[in-house]
């Protein structure tokens, strides 16, 4: 067993244990605010943050190492969907770094199994990256109110 | 944004606590409850004291650099 491959594994579980919590609360924040599509958003990031976990799960188990869900490092919560905003957009940037620094590890150890279990979660969380910097383009471009006036409603 | 998800503590209160003299982590614990739980967030309300510790010295520093 590659302990410096299963320990990357369980780093990255960690990341995403904090995304799905992060998300989720901030989901049902949005939503309780009255931010329905935010709040939809948000939850569905959530959910998609839980399976890539279980992908990792099942690979740390394959290895012949024990999947770590007990580490949840601290996290905070937005009071605005702005905030909210800049605390994704912290958490994705973090997440695309470990996330590459994992894919390099695999592909030096020569564990191409693994690599190809990561290396397309990079587009995905580079994909979600982009669609957050997005909202903060249009909250500068619209003013704030416009754009959350466009989050209201189913 | 809320920084002590335990006693719903956010960033704006522990900066005025921390502006009010609290130059601890538990000094801070004491005047707003931040960080007296579960105590994940003590790391950030120490990086909080010494931001605002490093703006009081640059904000002298300026104050004494710039002529009259």
């Given at each position: 067993m590659n302990q410096q491959i299963v320990d990357a594994l369980n780093g990255l579980i960690a990341t995403e244990l904090v995304a799905v919590n992060q998300y989720f609360v901030h989901a049902k924040l949005c939503e309780h605010w009255g931010f329905e599509k935010m709040a939809a958003h948000l939850r569905e990031d959530s959910m998609d943050e839980m399976r890539d976990i279980e992908a990792y799960m099942d690979r740390v188990l394959f290895l012949g190492g024990l999947p770590n869900l007990q580490r949840l490092d601290a996290f905070q919560v937005g009071e605005s969907v702005v905030e909210a905003l800049d605390l994704a957009i912290a958490l994705e940037t973090r997440a695309v770094d470990q996330l590459q620094a994992a894919v390099r590890l695999t592909e030096e150890a020569g564990d191409f199994g693994t690599m190809e279990l990561l290396s397309p979660k990079v587009p995905e969380e580079e994909a979600q990256l982009d669609w957050l910097r997005t909202q903060k383009g249009l909250i500068e471009q619209l003013g704030e109110q416009l754009y959350l006036s466009l989050q209201v409603g189913e | 944004m809320y920084v002590c998800l335990c006693r719903a503590v956010s960033d704006t209160t522990i900066v005025d606590a921390i502006r009010d003299g609290a130059d601890t982590v538990d000094a801070v614990g004491r005047a707003?409850?931040?960080?007296?739980?579960?105590?994940?967030c003590r790391t950030t309300i120490e990086f909080m004291i010494l931001r605002e510790q490093e703006l009081v010295s640059l904000a002298g520093r300026e104050q004494r650099e710039t002529p009259p």
């Open positions: - | 707003c409850d931040a960080g007296t739980n579960c105590g994940k």
